[in-house]
């Protein structure tokens, strides 16, 4: 199936009816979920494809219908779409080419995807994609980074590997401006078309090669969703391919990060990365920043996969069982040949302090999320930014509490101290020295900071210490 070219709506009013007509349908993440029996939308299987479209079928219902439409690749007949999508609604969605008509018969050119209450369109995860300027589905990367974004009102958003525009239209509801960039003019005309859909008129699309044609200005929030494949191929297409390490986009994009990040901004990067046996990704992005004052560096860890797997996932099978195994071959002789030992997968965010206070580097585990958790991540940050800050003391009017992320506070015979989690995912049981636990142990939301200095037997400023620490594990609120 080759690419389409998507066209502009003559009536954009027609196209921004979708989102709210498809969710109230039943065309959201969750009702996918369900329907499909899929831990997330996008972890659809090719090879499930049959049992996918039996689903549907078995269900009779019109998010079956939408699904196997614009999800699954079936034909479908035109009468039966116009009994819940108004014709005219319809008529633009074939003047886009967002839908193929032939003799009253509807294919979709695109995949649609629901994520947070928009409607994303992507080219089809069935087409080839060595196709030239294949626009990619929205992956376990794209929901990532969609549902760990911090939502915060800012003033100007930057979203480079702009892609789909996923990230761009998310932005859109909280930013004053938002600004997409990408290399590959094809996903230009998906971001223009998703923008438009879901009514994002502050935003911008421009075809640039990462930050180079950036509009002049510092930016309050910074997205990317690069490649990062480790590919042994260097002939591959320019907006695919990161080059032999996989790190090669990213590394510009962290080293250019302080031409466009403005002070009080932040930048979010999902992907994958190689890991080694001697050096931490940790150590390498901050090499990259090239700052140790003024910048917050944090990395959300959330899977590791071995070397054999992951070249599995990603390789192309469309060719002969030779070529395929020549191509794994290749892939497998270049990890190796680099010392990539597995890959993890990610989340980077740093942040650009106000003040040129004494930087830091942190890692978190957690768990890949299903949903919204923005607001923990922009929390978190705020503890670091807090922990580490030397000018900053904390109110000594406030009662701090602990934080509805734990449930509660262990204890053993020594004084060792231990946490468990109230959800586990975005925090992990963690532990305590007796110190931080005796302290945590007063905490009780009525205490007052002031009066749990003053009672602190090792004085105020080994109480501020502790405090710091608790606050940069988001113990407490």
Request: charged fraction near 20%; aromatic fraction near 10%; glycine fraction near 10%.
């Amino acid at each position: 199936m080759a690419c389409v070219r998507l066209s502009a709506p003559r009536q954009p009013e027609q196209l921004t009816r979708l989102p709210g007509l498809f969710e109230s349908l039943g065309y959201s993440e969750a009702d996918l979920r369900e329907l499909l029996r899929i831990p997330d939308v996008w972890d659809l299987r090719p090879h499930k494809l049959g049992t996918y479209i039996w689903r549907c079928q078995r269900e009779r219902s019109v998010r079956g219908f939408l699904t196997a439409l614009f999800l699954l690749g079936r034909t479908i007949p035109r009468g039966g779409m116009e009994r819940f999508v108004p014709p005219e609604v319809i008529d633009t969605l074939v003047e886009t080419s967002v839908l193929g008509e032939i003799d009253g018969k509807l294919t979709a050119n695109v995949d649609l995807y629901p994520c947070e209450g928009r409607l994303l369109a992507t080219d089809p995860y069935m087409t080839l994609e060595n196709e030239p300027g294949h626009v990619y589905k929205l992956g376990a990367d794209s929901y990532t980074l969609a549902h760990m974004t911090p939502r915060r009102p800012v003033g100007r958003t930057l979203n480079v590997c702009a892609g789909s525009g996923l990230h761009a239209v998310l932005a859109s509801s909280h930013s004053q401006e938002v600004v997409g960039l990408d290399i590959n003019s094809r996903a230009l005309e998906f971001c223009r078309l998703n923008a438009a859909m879901n009514g994002c008129w502050n935003c911008s699309f421009t075809l640039s090669d990462l930050y180079s044609k950036a509009p002049p200005g510092g930016y309050d929030l910074v997205l990317a969703n690069p490649p990062f494949v480790p590919s042994p191929h260097p002939k591959e297409m320019a907006h695919r391919s990161p080059g032999v390490t996989g790190e090669e986009v990213s590394e510009q994009l962290v080293a250019e990060l302080p031409k466009v990040l403005a002070p009080g901004g932040t930048f979010a990067m999902v992907l994958d990365y190689p890991i080694y046996n001697d050096a931490g990704y940790l150590e390498r992005v901050w090499g990259w920043l090239g700052q140790t004052h003024g910048w917050g560096l944090g990395l959300v860890h959330l899977a590791t996969v071995g070397v054999v797997p992951y070249i599995e996932q990603h390789i192309d099978y469309h060719n002969s069982w030779e070529k395929t195994q020549q191509n794994f071959d290749s892939y497998l002789s270049s990890y190796q040949s680099q010392g990539i030992v597995a890959m993890g997968f990610g989340v980077v965010f740093i942040r650009r302090f106000k003040r040129p206070n004494p930087g830091f580097k942190q890692l978190k585990l957690a768990t890949t999320p299903v949903g919204p958790i923005g607001e923990l991540v922009g929390n978190w940050l705020d503890g670091l930014e807090k922990a580490f800050d030397p000018n900053w003391s904390p109110d000594p009017s406030w009662k701090p509490q602990l934080s509805s992320l734990y449930s509660k506070v262990w204890r053993d015979r020594q004084g060792q101290g231990k946490l468990e989690p109230s959800e586990p995912g975005w925090v992990m049981p963690l532990p305590l020295d007796p110190k931080q636990t005796d302290f945590l142990w007063r905490v009780d939301g009525e205490t007052s900071v002031a009066d749990l200095f003053r009672d602190w037997p090792g004085g105020e400023v080994e109480a501020n210490i502790i405090l710091r620490h608790l606050l940069g594990y988001e113990v407490l609120s």
